[in-house]
């Protein structure tokens, strides 16, 4: 990979990073421009009566309810937690005071993908600017009704504070005032000092711990749709095959089967013709149980394909020959004169590295519940990469995105393998074809 | 299909399901019962850990059959209103990442807890080696357990 990584802008990050390796995340955590000013006057949502609402991301109502935004995917990184944190701390609010939302894919909050360990030094900045800015419209309206300048106001636990006067006001009771401001130039406001930080740097604890350790139904797998199927799909074991045929009158006779049909049709994913959707055989059943049950009486006749006979032995011939003979090696990095150190050094390392194929093994299995209705879907994804699903969901299916609908669940393990939004296209697919709503899930073990 | 008469946390559910139906999904998809997980189908996660007569066991390999007339504990009826001394331990030390073996690792060590109320760190061990966490928590899991043993003692020793 070369290094434009700086040049790509969002859109064409996420398209670009998540086909090939961790490396250009990291080029993006280094070059990012996400922090950059500008955005913050177009998250503003639909104004609700009785609530200050400077941008998308906080709320505030009459009784003092501050209601913040986590609008990236927890995959156990701890961003529904940390990343409320940097609202609440330049928003000047008690932690026990705030109440945490998850929010479904919506252009409104910016981008909305975790992967690369970018989201909490992608979002740093610009979460403290809009905190900011809504501490500043608050100030403002205090320091307007005490006829104060504003600089003499300050903020502490969800109050403005004129000190020379000794007068307090609660934001709750500076709704309506602070709503009527308009809203400043995000790159004006006046962020915190790190040395004036109170609640960043400190331990708070992760605001759904109560919910697992009850087992409250956080993540995509536990999601209920009422008339759901369970439906499981038997993909091709080779890359790039296809269905020949498949016993689906016996894998119809299993208990519990309400459909099975084989799909051969491909969706490729960002031009990748053996990412997105692959062909397979879907089984549709009214249990997951019994749907892995008849997974065991399927038998198909694949048509492998041009890689069927590819294996890690003929890689690694392959790149052997490669290294030999210097045919098809590119140069990806060339920092300084390599040649020349080469040359003079005084003693040689030489070693080959190999770095096997290796499962993500993420303990919620692949699964995604989808609703079809008309043209429009709604999903509930596991997703590391919603803004992806969307996209591609609809390229399936033949719609526009704007009519996929995506509830962001939290993540039983990501680590990467959740970029990809192959489990929600099948979702799509199955419950399009099927016309059940359903929820899709991986076997492990076949 | 035949009907079988459950008791899982107090409170009897008929279901009617075939013989072999893991336990597991007798509570997942008959009863909603989602706070116990499926990670791996074949006993060698623990993430779909409950308990049958206060004994830890693999919901994934228990069929509904073997679960008739013992008491069934889910991770949603461990405690009233989640102030196990577990699962307090759990929220205080923030032990759980992305949460989805959580339950079942305190369904284990509750079981432990039970029968040995001050486990030391190889008991632990021992006894939590079957249960699996992929953001490899084991420590805070380690720790938590320990947490909890005390405040159990504290909260006795208060009584």
């Known amino acids: 990979m070369n290094t434009q ?16 390796s961790t490396g250009l995340f990291l080029g993006y955590y280094i070059n990012s421009s996400d922090d950059a000013v500008g955005e913050v006057s177009k998250l503003k949502p639909e104004a609700l009566d009785s609530t200050f609402s400077p941008n998308a991301f906080i709320s505030i109502t009459k009784d003092g309810t501050v209601t913040l935004v986590s609008a990236r995917p927890e995959i156990g990184q701890g961003i529904k937690t940390s990343l409320p944190m940097i609202l609440a701390e330049e928003l000047g609010v008690n932690w026990k005071d705030v109440k945490v939302v998850s929010v479904p894919l919506n252009s409104i909050y910016g981008g909305q993908a975790a992967g690369g360990s970018t989201s909490t030094p992608t979002s740093y900045l610009r979460l403290r600017r809009l905190g900011a800015t809504a501490r500043t ?7 307007n009704s005490w006829g104060v300048p504003a600089a003499e ?8 504070i004129h000190t ?15 709503s009527k401001l308009p809203v400043p130039n995000e790159a004006s406001v006046r962020l915190k000092d790190p040395s004036e930080f109170t609640l960043l740097g400190s331990r708070v604890s992760g605001v759904d711990n109560d919910k697992v350790v009850t087992g409250k139904p956080l993540f995509g797998i536990d999601q209920v749709v009422p008339g759901m199927v369970y439906a499981v799909y038997a993909k091709c074991p080779v890359w790039g095959g296809k269905v020949v045929s498949a016993n689906l009158d016996v894998v119809k006779a299993q208990p519990g089967v309400r459909d099975a049909f084989i799909i051969n049709e491909t969706v490729p994913y960002h031009n990748n013709p053996v990412l997105g959707l692959v062909p397979g055989v879907a089984i549709l059943a009214d249990s997951t149980w019994n749907a892995f049950s008849a997974r065991k009486q399927l038998q198909v006749v694949w048509d492998e394909g041009a890689f069927a006979k590819d294996s890690w032995a003929g890689y690694k011939e392959k790149a052997k020959q490669m290294v030999q003979t210097g045919e098809g090696l590119k140069r990806v990095r060339n920092d300084g004169d390599v040649d020349k150190a080469f040359e003079s050094a ?10 096997a194929f290796i499962g993500h093994t993420n303990l919620e299995p692949q699964n995604t519940t989808a609703l079809v209705t008309g043209d429009k879907v709604q999903l509930w994804s596991p997703t590391q990469n919603p803004t992806d699903v ?11 995105p704007e009519n996929v609908s995506i509830v962001i669940t939290r993540i039983g393990g990501g680590f990467g393998r959740r970029l990809h939004p192959d489990p929600a296209i099948e979702a799509a697919v199955i419950a399009k074809k099927s016309k059940s709503p359903c929820k899709t899930c991986l076997v492990k073990r076949r | 299909m035949s009907t079988y008469n459950l008791k899982i946390n107090g409170t009897k559910h008929s279901v009617n399901v075939a013989s072999e139906t893991p336990l597991l999904w007798v509570l997942r998809d008959t009863l909603g019962l989602v706070g116990t997980k499926f990670g791996c189908g074949i006993g060698q996660c623990g993430a779909c850990t409950v308990h049958l007569n206060g004994i830890a066991v693999r919901g994934c390999q228990t069929p509904v059959s073997a679960a008739v007339g013992l008491e069934i ?63 490899a928590t084991y420590t805070r899991i380690r720790a938590g357990i320990h947490h909890a043993a005390n405040l159990a003692a504290n909260k006795e020793a208060k009584v």
């Open chain 1, 5 to 20: 990584s700086s040049e790509l802008n969002r859109r064409a990050f996420l398209k670009v990073s998540t086909l090939v």
């Open chain 1, 137 to 143: 419209l608050l100030v403002q309206a205090a320091a």
């Open chain 1, 153 to 160: 106001c300050k903020v502490k636990d969800g109050s403005v």
């Open chain 1, 164 to 178: 020379p006067s000794a007068r307090t006001v609660k934001f709750g009771d500076l709704v309506d005032a602070a």
């Open chain 1, 346 to 355: 005084t003693t040689l390392h030489e070693a080959d590295y190999h770095f």
């Open chain 1, 390 to 400: 969307q996209n591609s969901v609809a390229e399936a299916l033949g719609i526009e």
């Open chain 2, 73 to 135: 504990t889910t991770i949603e009826g461990l405690s009233q209103d989640g102030t196990h001394p577990l699962q307090k331990a759990w929220c205080e030390l923030d032990v759980a990442q992305c949460g989805y073996c959580q339950a079942g690792q305190i369904m284990t060590a509750a079981s432990l807890l039970a029968r040995n109320p001050n486990p030391s760190d190889q008991d632990i061990d021992d006894a939590m080696a079957g249960n699996l966490c992929r953001c």
